[in-house]
C-alpha cells in the first residue's frame, strides 16, 4: 500500500493559464474524490468517481473545470483559464465501496494563481 | 456554509492539559468520522464512529457519538506537542460515502 499520491505538491501559474493535478489513488479503492481546501477550512467537495464513471459534482465546480478517471485508475483535475480565487490547496482521496470507510488523502497540490 | 459546526475553532493550551473539541449538526449523521491534519498535508484518518452513544479510545484521544447522532466530541487527555494540528469531523453522505467536512479546530499544544 503506498498510499494517494498527488502531482505536483506545488503549483505557480500565473492567472488565465491552464493546470492540470494528477492523483493515483490505492489500487484496491474503487471511489476516488476531489476536494479543495483554503486556508483556516475544512475540505470543500468538488466531485468523485466510482471506477471510471464521475457520479457526482459539486456546484463549486464550475464550467472552468474538468475532472477525468480514464479507466478507472488514475485522476487528473484540470482548471482552464485560472483565476486568484482558484488559489487553494486540492487534495485527492480514494476509499472503498460502502458506507463507512474512511477516505485515505494524498498530500494535496497547493495551487497558487498571481 | 458549513452543514458541521466545529467548535471552538481555534485552541491553544500548555502540554500536559486536558482538552474536548466537539462537532454539531442539526441533523442526523449516517456515519461521522475525525480527521487530523498537519500544515502542508491531507488529513489522516483517527476514526469511524456509525453508532449512537459509541465510544472509542485510541490511546489518549477518546470519541464519543452522540445518542441521537447529531453530534460528536473528541476529548484529548495530557496533550502533547505531537497532538498540534487540524482536527475535522466529517459526516458521511446519503450516497457514494461522500464526506462533508466541518471547518475544523486548530489545536496547538505548547511545550
Known amino acids: 500500500d503506498t498510499g494517494v499520491s498527488q502531482n505536483p505538491r506545488h503549483k505557480i501559474t500565473k492567472r488565465g493559464q491552464n493546470v492540470t493535478f494528477r492523483c493515483d489513488p490505492i489500487?484496491?479503492?474503487?471511489?476516488l474524490y476531489w476536494y479543495r481546501q483554503t486556508l483556516g477550512q475544512g475540505p470543500e467537495f468538488l466531485t468523485y468517481f466510482q471506477n471510471e464513471a464521475q457520479l457526482e459534482k459539486s456546484r463549486l465546480l464550475s464550467d472552468r473545470f474538468s475532472a477525468e478517471r480514464p479507466k478507472g485508475s488514475f485522476s487528473t483535475l484540470e482548471i482552464q483559464r485560472t483565476e486568484q480565487g482558484d488559489s487553494a490547496m486540492y487534495l485527492c482521496?480514494?476509499?472503498?465501496?460502502?458506507?463507512?470507510?474512511?477516505?485515505?488523502f494524498g498530500s494535496g497540490t497547493r495551487l497558487t494563481v498571481v | 456554509t458549513q452543514l458541521l459546526e466545529q467548535s471552538p475553532q481555534f485552541l491553544s493550551i500548555q502540554e500536559g492539559e486536558n482538552l474536548t473539541v466537539y462537532c454539531n449538526s442539526s441533523?442526523?449523521?449516517?456515519?461521522l468520522q475525525w480527521y487530523r491534519q498537519e500544515p502542508g498535508e491531507g488529513p489522516v484518518l483517527l476514526v469511524t464512529?456509525?453508532?449512537?452513544?459509541e465510544v472509542k479510545k485510541l490511546k489518549r484521544l477518546t470519541f464519543q457519538f452522540g445518542d441521537a447522532r447529531k453530534d460528536s466530541s473528541l476529548h484529548i487527555t495530557a496533550a502533547q506537542p505531537g497532538d498540534t494540528g487540524l482536527y475535522l469531523c466529517?459526516?458521511?453522505?446519503?450516497?457514494?460515502?461522500?464526506?462533508?467536512f466541518g471547518g475544523g479546530t486548530r489545536l496547538m499544544v505548547k511545550p
Open positions: 489500487s484496491e479503492h474503487n471511489r
Open positions: 482521496a480514494s476509499s472503498r465501496r460502502g458506507p463507512g470507510y474512511g477516505y485515505t
Open positions: 466529517a459526516r458521511g453522505g446519503n450516497a457514494g460515502n461522500m464526506l462533508t
Open positions: 441533523s442526523v449523521f449516517s456515519s
Open positions: 464512529v456509525v453508532t449512537g452513544g
